[in-house]
């Protein structure tokens, strides 16, 4: 789940992180009077890249500060990770100006390998983290932290010696680092980034910019994180699927999948582009799926206008094939299918579910395997045929 960045900060700030005080603006909000000039405007949208995009302005004056909100309030900001769709401007957070001298990037994330946390810095501050790795990956200084252990003086050091940061801000640093690392673990984070970290010219770090991300499977240990979602921002079918108890993800192409697991649903959309086709979404409908849950999971898959095609992979070990079946044929019929939906079964009452398929008198099509399944549908999107009742 993500958070905008006037919210990240307020996290970091509850952890003891120095950030700057801010004011958040909404759409119908009366500009206050005791601002203060020269202030920084910042459309609150979920990507990175807002600068570029026309999202972050310096304004020296109340008269400035209105003719901004009026441009940003409705607009829709196109970044390099928002696609051509952008994201629409309805919040706006206004922070003092600072005489930035350097500027850093510094980041916290899990480290798989070693089972610990991984900081990540770099003095190539105010550049997108993977435009650096991909371009200059020698420029990213990477800091292993254990679990056991904890955050060390040593640790901070390091960071800033690679970095080229002046050992007079170490006790600010070590502030902001340990106030990072109690946040990502007591918060189940899977993603901390201030970038840019800001040395200001009278000797000062400044939080300019903050994003934080959660691993969804610990949101439900703190509730009072879910307030913080913006359904502006979400995926209007993946909020659907969640209130579903649906686990979906929108993606790029036209086959629309369902598939029960989550490694059977990664392993069908490998081998769809292995055949030259283009997954629509991920979509687990879990092993506990019922015909509602599967007539929704249709509702879904057929409200994305790209979907010309719905592959259908089923392997039943706790879901039977049985239920499914039934739950696709409700959905035909009671949502007026009008693409093909290839359908595979495998396992508990595969048989009998194959059986309701067959004599449903719906165009559903029936695959032998996993790999005919995935043949056809690649082929239909391909040729962009279309079945009608």
């Known amino acids: 789940m993500k958070i905008h960045e006037y919210q990240a900060k307020e996290l970091l700030a509850q952890y003891g992180v120095p950030v700057p005080k801010g004011i958040l603006l909404n759409e119908r909000d009366t500009i206050p009077d005791d601002i203060r000039f020269p202030c920084v405007v910042k459309a609150q949208i979920h990507s990175g890249g807002r600068g570029k995009a026309g999202g972050v302005r310096l304004v020296n004056s109340t008269d400035g500060l209105n003719k901004t909100a009026g441009e940003l309030f409705g607009t829709r900001l196109v970044t390099r990770q928002t696609?051509?769709?952008?994201?629409?401007?309805?919040?706006l957070l206004?922070?003092?100006?600072e005489r930035?001298?350097?500027?850093?990037y510094l980041g916290l994330m899990p480290d798989f390998e070693n089972s610990g946390l991984l900081i990540l810095a770099?003095?190539?501050?105010?550049m997108e983290i993977e435009q650096i790795a991909e371009e200059q990956p020698d420029l990213i200084f990477r800091q292993p932290v254990s679990l056991q252990i904890g955050l060390c003086d040593y640790h901070v050091r390091q960071l800033m010696e690679n970095v080229g940061m002046s050992s007079s801000l170490f006790g600010q640093m070590r502030t902001i680092l340990k106030g990072m690392v109690r946040l990502f673990l007591e918060k189940d984070c899977s993603m901390e980034e201030i970038n840019p970290l800001s040395e200001t010219e009278d000797g000062r770090i400044h939080i300019t910019d903050a994003k934080i991300t959660f691993d969804d499977n610990g949101c439900l240990r703190h509730p009072e994180l879910m307030s913080l979602m913006d359904p502006f921002e979400e995926d209007e079918k993946e909020l659907k699927a969640k209130e579903a108890g649906l686990n979906y993800i929108s993606l790029s192409g036209a086959i629309g999948c369902m598939v029960n697991g989550a490694g059977l649903a990664m392993a069908t959309m490998d081998m769809l582009e292995g055949?030259?086709?283009h997954p629509a979404n991920f979509l687990d409908v879990g092993g506990s799926a019922t015909e509602e849950r599967i007539k929704k999971a249709f509702e879904i898959l057929l409200s994305d206008e790209?979907?010309?095609v719905i592959l259908v992979n089923i392997f039943g070990g706790i879901i039977r094939c049985?239920?499914?079946a039934r739950g696709i044929l409700g959905a035909a019929k009671d949502l007026d299918v009008k693409i093909p939906v290839i359908v595979r079964l495998e396992g508990t009452d595969a048989e009998e579910g194959r059986r309701l398929l067959r004599e449903s008198g719906?165009?559903?099509?029936?695959?032998?395997?996993m790999s005919d399944a995935v043949k056809k549908a690649v082929d239909m999107e391909v040729s962009r045929i279309e079945y009608f009742d």
């Open 275 to 277: 055949y030259g086709g």
């Open 362 to 369: 719906l165009l559903v099509i029936p695959a032998e395997n």
């Open 122 to 126: 770099s003095a190539c501050g105010g």
């Open 322 to 324: 049985d239920i499914v």
């Open 83 to 91: 696609g051509p769709e952008g994201r629409t401007v309805h919040k």
């Open 94 to 97: 206004l922070t003092p100006a």
């Open 100 to 104: 930035i001298k350097k500027e850093y």
């Open 306 to 308: 790209q979907v010309r």
